[in-house]
């Protein structure tokens, strides 16, 4: 991702996050997990939060806390336009207990010791405060710099300094077969009019397919679930 991108551009980048398109080979998993993201946010005591978000050049989930929200601070290792400080999520360079609310949403993959990362922002929550947190479980490596895919398990590990902790995969695995196969198409077509084409054919069907046959669970088996989000309490 480039530093010079203008406000609008980074705002058309959240918007593309937060109300993905069908046209989107991950359409199923940013629709469910704006909806996981909202529903939590709603449970989340206090009017003035401190909130901070680790991966925030662009910061697509913001709008779900409304009016709510005193202080937002953006921590990113690449600067932008809406990134308030530049740093590692692994050493945050912030005193102790003074968020309300930290989000991470697709960074922890990123962090090579991310039990560090979250003791860090263990520290740096206010007692009874909450991460939220999105991570990738079954999902084609986008980068090099990529560390890690999570499991439940593994995830109750990583955030074993929270008192509670609760993890929701983001599509069962037929949202996950589903999206698992769009993405696959993206990668596999040779060239950028191929891709095109795909993008308005066979995504949207292959969308339309996985949101109706998870709506009507006809499972509920989450073991190729592409993401979870997890919240954990202090």
């Known amino acids: 991702m480039k530093e010079n991108y203008s406000h609008a551009e980074l705002q058309k980048l959240a918007k593309e996050r937060l109300w993905p398109s069908l046209t989107n080979p991950s359409y199923l998993v940013q629709r ?4 996981i993201l909202q529903k939590w946010i709603g449970t989340i005591p206090g009017t003035r939060l401190s909130v901070l978000d680790i991966g925030g050049r662009y910061q697509p989930y913001r709008p779900l806390f409304g009016g709510r929200v005193a202080n937002y601070v953006a921590l990113d290792v690449l600067p932008t336009r809406l990134v308030s400080v530049v740093g ?12 309300d609310m930290v989000i991470a949403t697709g960074v922890f ?59 929701v995969p983001e599509v069962a695995s037929v949202g996950g077969f589903f999206r698992m196969m769009a993405t696959s198409i993206i990668i596999f077509a040779k060239y950028d009019s191929l891709r095109e084409f795909f993008r308005y054919t066979a995504i949207p069907l292959m969308n339309l397919a996985g949101l109706a046959l998870d709506r009507n669970s006809i499972s509920n088996n989450d073991q190729i679930a592409g993401n979870y989000c997890a919240l954990a309490e202090k």
Request: charged residues 30%; glycine residues 6%.
């Open 32 to 35: 469910r997990r704006r909806q």
């Open 88 to 99: 590692d999520g692994q050493k945050l360079p912030f005193k102790s207990e003074s968020f």
């Open 109 to 167: 993959e990123y962090f090579a010791e991310p039990r560090r990362a979250a003791e860090e922002v263990h520290r740096v929550l206010k007692t009874g405060g909450h991460l939220m947190l999105s991570v990738a479980s079954i999902y084609p490596r986008v980068v090099d710099d990529e560390h890690w895919r999570f499991l439940p398990a593994g995830l109750k590990f990583v955030l074993a300094p929270f008192a509670r902790v609760t993890i």
